[in-house]
């Protein structure tokens, strides 16, 4: 039976296993600490009741407690155990979640205007020259090599982080005007031994590949991701979207309606304006199906 249960736990992701693992934990705490009763499979329908309306009172999203019905769903069937999430309540309480949410704020793009407002305001947010110069960095990167925020600050998950030893310049560090080259090794959706190389032009107004290098000569060249404080501990990205917050505020911007993913939606409208094949907007975004297409909406500046 062991070996049986190991089998089937295989057949899912490691990233799904975690996932479930967490949610299993939330579960305990609520009805350990919240309804005050022991946690034990199989669970009661009136448990997970209980614990929807709570997840519903604290505002998530039905696709969340959709996934977190899913997981309690699954640690039960590969017990052989009852679900208690297929209840006709249950299913109801799903839909009247569904029918009750607001929908997500939309995102806007980072266009290069907003672009150049919000490095600007670096100046206002931040008084280290050190860190003023890594994020301006971080921003130009994200921007003109579409990149993830998680490949290039950390999170909990975080498997795809840059490391210093993925970029090259076409010539040496202590001339500007070149070119770079952003190797991505591990990326989402990548395939093992896979590589793929970004090739960033530095071009006025903003100059991203000069910003790199400046940033690069201040932290040093020991082995390690990319973005590091002086201390040499990684920039998080929960570090990361405080200071996009702050810089959008101090432009005049609207920070709810801009999320570290507006700079991908901003490069890749960008794109299209330019002129890129839907298949090179693709290959940019290192999308693997038409995923990209909803990020293609109109470069509106807001006044």
């Not at 769903?73 to 052989?80: E, V």
């Not at 979640?97 to 607001?102: I, N, Q």
Request: charged share 15%.
């Amino acid at each position: 039976m062991k070996t049986a249960q190991h089998l089937l736990q295989s057949s899912i992701a490691p990233s799904t296993v975690t996932n479930y693992q967490r949610t299993w934990t939330g579960f305990s705490q609520f009805v350990c600490h919240i309804l005050k009763q022991s946690c034990s499979l199989p669970v009661s329908v009136a448990q997970v009741i209980l614990y929807v309306a709570n997840l519903a009172e604290q505002g998530a999203r039905p696709t969340t407690v959709a996934t977190q019905l899913s997981a309690l769903s699954f640690i039960h069937k590969l017990r052989g155990l009852p679900d208690p999430t297929a209840t006709f309540i249950v299913s109801k309480m799903v839909q009247g979640l569904r029918h009750t949410s607001k929908p997500p704020t939309a995102r806007l793009p980072i266009t290069l205007q907003i672009l150049q407002r919000i490095t600007s305001a670096l100046t206002i947010t931040i008084t280290s020259h050190y860190q003023r110069t890594m994020f301006r960095a971080m921003f130009l990167l994200a921007f003109y090599a579409c990149l993830r925020i998680g490949e290039i600050a950390r999170n909990k998950i975080s498997t795809h982080l840059l490391q210093l030893s993925d970029v090259r310049f076409g010539h040496a560090l202590g001339i500007s005007n070149t070119n770079a080259i952003v190797n991505l090794s591990s990326f989402k959706h990548s395939s093992p031994n896979s590589i793929q190389s970004i090739k960033i032009r530095d071009s006025p107004p903003m100059y991203p590949v000069r910003s790199l290098i400046n940033y690069i000569k201040l932290r040093g060249t020991q082995h390690g991701p990319l973005f590091i404080w002086q201390d040499g501990t990684p920039v998080t990205y929960n570090q990361f979207t405080n200071v996009l917050k702050s810089c959008l505020a101090a432009a005049g911007l609207p920070a709810q309606q801009y999320k570290s993913h507006s700079f991908r939606i901003g490069r890749a409208t960008l794109a299209l304006q330019e002129g890129y094949t839907e298949l090179q907007i693709m290959k940019l975004g290192r999308w693997k199906s038409t995923a990209h297409l909803r990020y293609l909406v109109p470069a509106t500046l807001p006044s």
